[in-house]
């Protein structure tokens, strides 16, 4: 999909405050409403906007900690990775799962109510997962910084062109 500066900050506003009515939407872009709303129509149907959601306080909902795991299997046959990944995406208090590149195999963030809650869930959840090789956890302290807004992307920056973005 070919996206021009008024979807990039259409998809901007969006991502800063997803609760915004058509008519907010559409003064903040310089749209009237109802192009905006077909643009926003067009982006959700091209699957760049994937939905909306509440940004709920962490600490607030009774899950203060957070728990960096990387994550080592034993072989990397298709069957152990497609079930290792299987597993993880049924466990809850797994927010994000990320294939990576270097030492670790998979980076994964865990949101816990108490460090005993994430004994029992190494303990039984992952350590239950077939063909992990080892698992090291590093405990955040606190957050210095969250955003849910993406930056603009970088013309000719990590392999992409203005031209790759606008579909020219």
């Not at 299997?73 to 049924?90: K, N, P, S, Y």
């Not at 994430?118 to 910084?145: C, D, M, N, Q, T």
Request: net charge neutral; glycine share 8%; with cysteine.
């Amino acid at each position: 999909m070919a996206m021009d500066a008024v979807d990039l900050q259409i998809i901007r506003e969006l991502q800063a405050d997803g609760r915004l009515s058509n008519q907010d939407l559409a003064d903040r872009v310089r749209l009237s409403p109802s192009p905006c709303l077909r643009r926003v129509r067009r982006l959700e149907e091209a699957g760049l906007i994937r939905g909306y959601t509440a940004m709920v306080d962490q600490v607030a909902f009774g899950l203060p900690i957070t728990v960096f795991v990387r994550i080592r299997l034993e072989r990397h046959t298709a069957e152990a990775v497609a079930l290792f990944e299987e597993h993880v995406a049924v466990i809850e208090h797994i927010q994000d799962c990320y294939l990576m590149a270097g030492s670790s195999d998979y980076l994964l963030r865990v949101v816990i109510e108490d460090l005993e809650a994430y004994e029992s869930l190494v303990r039984h959840r992952i350590h239950a997962i077939p063909g992990i090789a080892s698992i090291e956890s590093s405990f955040a302290f606190g957050s210095v910084k969250q955003s849910r807004t993406y930056p603009r992307p970088t013309p000719g920056g990590a392999g992409r062109t203005a031209g790759a973005l606008t579909g020219r």
